[in-house]
């Protein structure tokens, strides 16, 4: 008796429970997620959604203290196939709003700080950086010293 | 996760062995002519990407002096325009990993002309100093700083006699995928550690070569077929400060 109370007091309820599950959704838009270049993955969705940071910290000290190289969890190669390329030419930024990398970490509220110091961009091999210069061109530092 | 600082210790065997090849260079220069261009770039034996760096290689730079051209700075340009060194206009606080040195002995007038950069001790003071492991030598020699892991305390610039480091005041952008840069960290000469990984070398050296200097070898010094080794072999070469008991990787001829 008790639990068929239960069960219609539920069917009473559920459409009310689902109104507010969209009202939540409207509230904090999901992320878009931009598609990378290639069939798949490194690893699967599910992995890579949780443990791509734990991949990718691991093959910093890796890379960075044994010269290890392998590319599979390598910053770089994330990038290279999750950055779009701009309408206006180029690539954008995978750290600006809205692309890979940002949309989810705005969604869940994580600041990302990899972009301080790496580039957010595939390398640009076929195009001369403009604005390189060098700094001391045609003044070196004097220093007297008997040597 | 692997240690953060698989750091090489001071290899008092291998200070004695560099000092006596250096005393027995003076004997055998007369038959040494021969040596130039016996191997290409002295690069060791590729390794294969998943291989981490061992000490049987130590990577060592080799400058004649007197192939150095006063008024040259091409070995500098290479490295601002490979590392996306792109100051702020701002020469001193903008990083610099290698510069243009020009000495001069009052005495006599002679002058010298020569790029100096991080001499990548194989005792290195800067790593001795760094408080947090982020200042640390690779196995095959070069030293670098884990950017992850410096908090910028620039302790390490104080303690290199070689002014070689530069702390990084102003945000960074644009920078080389291969080679992360940013503010609040502390850089210097990596060798360029990418290209040494895929079997090149160092972006001054070739640069170098190209304006016809060919003032630079770079290569292993624990390899007695590489160019460098036979070089240091055949002449007299000096490290800058030998007193202080670092034993820089690079070296000069004709200072
Ligand atoms: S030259 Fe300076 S920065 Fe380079 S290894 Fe020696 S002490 Fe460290
Ligand atoms: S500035 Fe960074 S690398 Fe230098 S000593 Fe401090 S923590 Fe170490």
């Known amino acids: ?147 | 996760m692997t240690g953060r600082t698989p750091q090489q210790g001071f290899d008092p065997q291998r200070r004695r062995f560099l000092s006596a090849a250096a005393a027995a260079a003076g004997v055998t220069l007369a038959p040494g002519v021969t040596l130039y261009g016996v191997t290409a770039a002295g690069s060791a034996a590729a390794r294969a990407p998943e291989d981490p760096v061992t000490s049987s290689v130590r990577w060592g730079l080799l400058v004649d002096v007197n192939k150095c051209r006063d008024g040259c700075n091409a070995c500098v340009t290479a490295c601002v325009e490979e590392n996306g060194l792109r100051g702020n206009g701002r020469p001193e606080t903008d990083a610099q990993w290698i510069r243009k040195v020009e000495l001069r002995d009052p005495s006599t007038g002679a002058k010298r002309s020569l790029p100096l950069m991080c001499q990548h001790c194989a005792s290195p003071p800067c790593v001795d100093v760094c408080p947090t492991g982020a200042s640390f030598r690779r196995a095959d020699g070069i030293v670098l700083v884990d950017k992850h892991i410096c908090i910028g305390c620039r302790y390490c610039m104080l303690a290199c006699p070689y002014k070689a480091r530069s702390f990084i005041h102003e945000v960074v952008e644009d920078q080389k995928p291969y080679a992360p840069r940013g503010k609040g960290t502390v850089e210097s000469c990596t060798f360029c550690v990418h290209r040494v990984d895929e079997g090149r070398t160092p972006a001054c050296v070739e640069a170098c070569a190209e304006a016809g200097g060919d003032a630079m070898t770079f290569g292993d010094l624990n390899d007695p077929n590489s160019r460098i080794s036979k070089q240091v072999a055949a002449y007299v070469t000096d490290q800058i400060r030998p007193d202080l008991g670092l034993d820089p990787g690079v070296r000069y001829r004709n200072l």
């Open chain 1, 1 to 147: 008796m008790g639990r068929r109370l239960v069960l219609a007091l539920l069917l009473l309820l559920a459409p009310a429970a689902a109104a507010a599950q969209d009202s939540d959704a409207g509230r904090v838009p999901l992320p878009t997620i931009v598609k990378g270049k290639g069939e798949a993955c490194v690893a699967d969705t599910a992995y890579m959604r949780r443990y791509h940071m734990t991949e990718l910290d691991h093959q910093r000290d890796e890379t960075m203290h044994r010269g290890v190289r392998t590319r599979k969890f390598s910053l770089k190669e994330c990038v290279d196939c999750h950055a779009t390329l701009a309408p206006t030419g180029g690539y954008v930024s995978v750290n600006a709003p809205g692309q890979f990398c940002r949309s989810c970490h705005d969604y869940a509220a994580v600041t990302i700080d990899c972009f301080q110091c790496h580039a957010a961009r595939p390398g640009e091999k076929e195009t001369k950086r403009a604005g390189a210069f060098p700094r001391t061109a045609g003044k070196f530092r004097q220093e007297s010293e008997v040597q």
